[in-house]
């Protein structure tokens, strides 16, 4: 590893790779090199994984994340590596990335490898390629940390398959939410095609966990990548996609990425990027969809055109919506509905519970677990406050949230 | 008034037989003044007899997690940590023995933020050692860093690095002390000499450009970057020293974005040695920096 063609090429491969929101290494478990076993590397700390970095644009730096080539004969109207682009190409040899990765983890840069990769040839011979990496760097070098691979589109299930078994997690994306955007955005793809390549994993992934020995089949699961603004679905639209993937297929992340125009796209593409903002309403309302308790319906009722509002984050939203349930009283709400309150995160709640089983709360109390209290002001109550009536009324409210509100137009302009 | 010196580093040991012993003889926290790092001073009264030590223990038992707290909070560089612990144990033995409880108890409340403080320190240790490759006598390879922790956390740490590591031969040096791995057991070195650090490894230039090149121009979130990687870790990371030419090219109008003072050293000592040699970030060009799309299969 010592010419400028390699470093040409990461800079071409990775700058490619970017765009792929999925960082994670979590949620593959635990694990380690066997004792005694002379020559294994790595492991898996369990819980989320480690970040090693951080760019500045705030993303944390935990895999070496890299397309083994940009080359594509498919030709998705969204993607800068279609056929018909003229992006300047590149392709690592499968060494290259072996030894990339290997000496990265070594240094301790990274948590392990996320690889994925246009099509060259046929979407066999590139998954055989890929599978060829990840079995390498298990079987050869004996490689414990993680490693996430992209599935290549309409491959053989039996290639996919395989892919588990050195794979902690393994991606299918989905691109678009509906099968209609998909034939016309992407129409080598199939929106069958790559659902079907879920439930046969899921089915996998099962058999693996019921075995009476137990094995380990992509302990991190599946996740699954969505781009938004690029057709006319509604953030109802994509968040039904996603509880849909999430309950039929138990995947674990759904991903979501604003589109942003690329030069020489399809014509039938916006002229515009999708706002930032909105990629990230959606993903404030997915984590409450998975962690707060909360319905789709909750999210998105009362919405405009089934759109999340850009201004306001929809826990706000929903609760300026639902002023009846407040104030909450926090020394006896239950979780559920402290849950709802807006500034106040799980764990948040999770203090709040403990304490008052010793104590009933003040709001000195409040300040001293640290909570935003301007923002929750108007909608608890504790020992000894109880916001005014008038607080809830719409106005005051909007005073109180005015300063997030210009924090996020900020935020969107960056 | 009874002074109570603690002589290593952190030093949680000695100041559990100290208040042990304090404890016994009913020495109330505000006649005790508590020193870190004294060199030679023997504290008065500090060497109990294995018979008094006995008593003390059963006499009064403290929960295990009160003291693997305090063994965290004795890590931090705080040097009020040994005063603030013994009041703890003394109000866990006078006043409450489930004080840990009261979240907002401002002695509780400060014990749980030394002890976050530590717990973080220790995670970015895993997060932030960079490895540079030396070949041995024997011309094996050896991985060595110089790494300057915020707070005594280097042994927190150390589990996980020989785990991960335990078939390579490494050296992770820091200010107050060094552990040297050789594949099979773990040698400890109080205060080693930084320049030991190698100032180059050629693979390090690919993880400037990886760094360089995975960053997206388009979404520029310096406060986020900031939050999660403060400058105070800067200095131990290549890579941090092409931010603000990254920043400043992918936003050249704004000149004012500039969280970018020069790093302030934090160690606990040894503060004026930096590794030697960081990244021209010349060299390094982001490339593409058009806002486009890709999105690979
Ligand atoms: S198959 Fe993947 S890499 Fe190829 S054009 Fe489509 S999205 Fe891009």
Known sequence: ?414 | MQTLSIREKPGFTEWRDLARDLLQREIPPEQTLWECGAQGALALGSTPCAETREKAISSFRVSRTFLELCELASRHQDDQRYALLYRLLWRLHHEDRRLLARATDDDVMTLARLVKAVRRDAYKIKAFVRFREVKNPHGEPCYVCWYQPEHYTLELALPFFTTRFRNMRWSLMTPYRAAHWDGEALTLEDNPDPSRYPAFDEVERYWLQYYASIFNPARLKVKAMSGQMPQKYWKNLPEAALIPELIRRANPTQSSVNPLRPARNTAPQRESETPPERADPQSIRPSGLRAAKSDAP
């Open chain 1, 1 to 414: 590893m010592n010419s400028d063609d390699l470093a040409k090429k990461l800079a071409i491969l990775a700058d490619a790779a970017k765009y792929d929101a999925s960082c994670s290494s979590g949620g593959a478990g635990k694990r380690s090199a066997g004792k005694g076993e002379g020559k294994g590397l790595g492991s898996l700390t369990g819980g989320t994984g480690i970040c090693h970095s951080f760019t500045p644009d705030g993303r944390c730096v935990s895999l070496l994340k890299i397309l083994m080539t940009n080359y594509c004969i498919y030709d998705c109207h969204y993607c800068i590596n279609r056929a018909s682009s003229n992006v300047a190409r590149a392709r690592f040899s499968e060494q290259e990335i072996i030894d990339l990765t290997m000496n990265f983890y070594r240094r301790n840069y990274i948590e392990g490898l996320f690889l994925s990769s246009g099509i060259i040839q046929t979407p066999d011979y590139t998954m055989e390629a890929i599978v060829r990496i990840a079995k390498s760097l298990r079987q050869d070098h004996h490689f414990k940390g993680y490693i996430h691979l992209k599935t290549i589109p309409n491959a053989s299930p039996a290639l996919q398959e395989e892919a588990g078994w050195y794979a902690d997690r393994l991606s299918i994306n989905v691109e678009l939410p509906t099968s209609q955007s998909l034939a016309l955005y992407a129409p080598q793809k199939n929106l069958n095609v790559i659902t079907g390549t879920m439930t046969r994993l899921d089915d996998r992934i099962s058999e693996a966990r019921a075995a009476k020995k137990p094995a380990r089949y992509i302990r991190g699961g599946q996740s699954t990548q969505m781009i938004i603004g690029a057709d006319a679905t509604s953030d109802k639209g994509i968040l039904s996609a996603s509880v849909d993937l999430y309950s039929r297929f138990k995947l674990r992340r759904v991903y979501y990425s604003a589109f942003s125009p690329i030069p020489g796209g399809g014509s039938a593409l916006p002229a515009k990027p999708a706002p930032l903002l909105r990629e990230h309403r959606l993903y404030q309302a997915d984590w409450l969809l998975r962690f707060y308790e909360f319905q789709l319906d909750d999210i998105l009722m009362g919405a405009d055109g089934d759109m999340l509002d850009l201004n306001l984050d929809p826990k706000l939203a929903w609760a300026l919506r639902n002023r009846q349930m407040f104030p909450v009283d926090l020394n006896r709400a239950d979780k559920s509905l402290l849950l709802r309150v807006p500034g106040l995160g799980a764990r948040s709640v999770q203090k709040i519970l403990s304490i008052r089983r010793y104590h009933a709360l003040r709001w000195t109390d409040l300040i001293k677990l640290r909570l935003p209290t301007q923002k929750i002001r108007p909608f608890v109550s504790v020992l000894d406050y109880s916001p005014p009536v008038r607080l809830l009324e719409k106005d005051a409210l909007e005073t109180i949230i005015q300063p997030a509100r210009q924090l996020n137009l900020f935020e969107n302009a960056s």
